[in-house]
């Protein structure tokens, strides 16, 4: 599978996707902020980082980068997305997926470890996991607590659209403990938590985060 990953001046995390893309099997494209062709990938992933510096509001500029025009019509086509973190908070202000994403309750970047429990295990991008599976996977962010109005948090929980959950402790406030959701389609992912940090045994949390990026082969073979 061809794997888009897209970097925006500020992005910090676009090679540790990549290589994660790679260990899964899949071939990487490097997708920059100002093109305007997808170039026949298959699926792509905003990584992490502090997209233009989010000197506006996290994620905010970004949204209208050319390349977002394109990844707005794959993903309303079903092309396979998946934003991490500062990726989420893009997709988020792009409108593909609802809600927003403030600063932590505690108002502080908090980096640990995270435990998690897949909930929906039926996305391009989780796939690989069991419902209810519970791995740990790094989370690093200042602004990641997930909000949404009562109807919209009903109708992602009534729904089965959310992806992950926080387990043991909430890091950031985020409303149910909702660590990544996905749109109605499913096909579009946002998650908080770095899954490309732990795909290899030698470093990092273990390899938990792999499956991510290992789904991608079994949804669009």
Known sequence: MKVGVVTFPGTLDDVDAQRAVRIAGHEVVALWHGDHDLQGVDAVILPGGFSYGDYLRCGAISRFAPIMTEVVAGAEAGLPVLGICNGFQILVEAHLLPGGLLRNDHRKFICRDQRLRIEN????WTSSYDEGQEIVVPLKNGEGQY????????????????????LEVNPNGSL??????????????????????AVEALTGSGTDGLGFFTSLAGVLA
Do not use: C, F, Q, S
């Open 121 to 124: 295990a039926a996305t391009p």
């Open 147 to 166: 909000v949404a109005d009562a109807e919209t948090i009903a109708r992602l929980e009534g729904e089965g659209r959310v992806v992950a959950r926080y």
């Open 176 to 197: 149910n403990d909702i660590a990544g959701i996905t749109n109605e389609r499913g096909n579009v992912v946002g998650l908080m938590p770095h899954p490309e940090h």
